[in-house]
């Protein structure tokens, strides 16, 4: 066994990454065709993942049988990475003290198929490391001063980040919440500030005219800090999520660079929307 947080055992992180599954399962079949008996093999890794996923194993009546319930056992299990990676790993190190002259996948192998696919996760062993294990910052469930629309179009639009980012769809998890931002920032329009109100009606405009009503304020600077990681995710020559990046200097964004810019951005919009409560609370008490 791997040892890694107990509690994913019970409560899945996320599945594994798109593509680690297809690569672990061509991998079985190489260990498998240094046996005589193949099927014997097979059995042992099928009796890993069936674990993993929670039930029980049978053995297969043929050669043929045996790779097709290795595969349906895998894809349930491949449901919870962690658990996922650790039967693999188990499996393959079980055949080799009991068949000294088999080659099994080592770790380094392992952790090329992870790293390629960007599975977030690295066998140490005995340790299996989350190399994206920051949490991301919470965000209010809800908050009074939006209306149900608006908390179901954040709850929904954090849930599709994540998702994405378990997935290792760095990019994607980056434009969903920058989209957020956005969106969340329109709540302002319209919003009494001092003699006058919110006008802009986009991003920029509402940073704009919000940045001008408060001075020398926390949110100004909070502002500040927003449009220049806005504006570096925007831009082709920076993060390229919104307008594209250079052909000559675009390059594939790290799962552990997106979920720094989803955390950075998450933390903007809980103080955005913490912002629009406090200022619509002001407004109606004067």
């Known amino acids: ?4 947080n107990p509690a994913w055992r019970f409560t899945s992180p996320g599945p594994i990454a798109p593509g680690v599954e297809n690569e672990f399962y061509f991998l079985i079949k190489k260990v ?3 046996h005589p008996n193949q099927q014997h093999v097979l059995e042992q890794y099928k009796a890993a993942f ?3 996923a929670g039930r029980p194993a049978y053995t297969s009546s043929s050669l043929s049988w045996a790779e097709s319930d290795l595969a349906d056992y895998m894809r349930e299990a491949a449901e919870n990475a962690p658990t996922f990676i650790e039967a693999f790993y188990d499996a393959g190190a079980l055949l080799q003290r009991t068949n000294p002259t088999f080659v099994v996948p080592d770790p380094d192998t392992i952790n090329r198929v992870l790293a390629k696919h960007a599975a977030g996760y690295e066998v140490q062993p005995p340790a299996l490391i989350a190399r ?3 949490p991301p910052i919470p965000v209010p469930d809800r908050a009074p001063s939006l209306d149900e629309q608006a908390q179901d179009i954040i709850q929904q639009s954090l849930k599709k980040s994540e998702e994405d980012l378990a997935l290792g769809h760095g990019r994607q998890a980056v434009q969903e919440i920058l ?3 956005e969106t969340v920032s329109t709540a302002f329009q319209g919003l ?3 003699d006058g109100t919110v006008q802009g009606k986009y991003f920029n405009k509402i940073v704009e005219d919000l940045r001008r009503y408060h001075k020398g304020k926390t949110l100004e600077q909070v502002l500040s800090w927003t449009t220049t990681l806005h504006g570096y995710l925007s831009s082709p020559t920076g993060g390229g999520v919104r307008h594209g990046a250079t052909l000559k200097t675009g390059m594939a964004m790290s799962t552990h660079d997106a979920r720094l ?3 950075l951005t998450r933390s903007y919009i809980t103080f955005l929307i913490a912002e629009h409560e406090r200022l619509s609370k002001e407004f109606e008490e004067s």
């Open 1 to 4: 066994m791997l040892n890694f």
């Open 32 to 34: 498998a065709g240094q």
């Open 50 to 52: 069936a674990a993993a």
């Open 132 to 134: 994206n294990s920051l």
């Open 179 to 181: 989209w957020l931002l």
């Open 192 to 194: 009494p500030m001092g």
């Open 261 to 263: 810019f989803c955390n």
